[in-house]
């Protein structure tokens, strides 16, 4: 007994598999729930900048930028953004521009004008704050992030 394909399953078949290469399933992200606080204001807005390197690190080459309208994000005295992040390490860079000209005021030597946090409430020491002071782990489970605003 000679066994054949019948060709419109032959056809459906290939079709198939033809839209079924190059999918691949969204990569899962986990939440990670940042809670600021020490900002007095109600106004005005937040950056944050997700960084996954030391390389990068306070530079322009972030995983994430967010800009956060305070008043939208306020529970009370502390200011809440939940961002979705793929599992792995980071560290957050975040600041309140208290004059909405979308950047960080630093006066001559370089030090920040307008409150400033990072995660893990990473210090600067003779210099800028250091990567490893401030990376954490994000893994399956979601994360919070409670980070105390500052003027240095």
Not at 54 to 78: N, P
Not at 99 to 110: H, K, M, P, T, V
Request: proline share 5%; aromatic share 8%.
């Amino acid at each position: 007994m000679k066994f054949s394909f019948h060709p419109i399953l032959v056809t459906c078949l290939l079709l198939v598999a033809g839209f079924s290469v190059g999918t691949e399933a969204p990569a899962a992200t986990t939440a990670l729930r940042v809670e600021l606080t020490g900002l007095e204001s109600v106004e005005g807005e937040l950056y944050i900048a997700v960084y996954d390197s030391d390389d990068t690190w306070l530079g322009d080459d972030t995983v994430l930028e967010q800009k956060v309208v305070i008043a939208d994000s306020r529970e009370g005295e502390l200011v809440t953004v939940e961002l979705q992040l793929s599992p792995g390490e980071y560290a957050l860079s975040i600041f309140y521009d208290s004059n909405d000209n979308g950047e960080l005021d630093r006066n001559f030597i370089g030090i920040p004008k307008e409150p400033v946090a990072l995660s893990n409430n990473a210090k600067a020491k003779f210099g800028p704050p250091k990567y490893k002071d401030a990376v954490f782990t994000l893994g399956a489970d979601p994360l919070t992030q409670r980070i105390d605003m500052h003027l240095i």
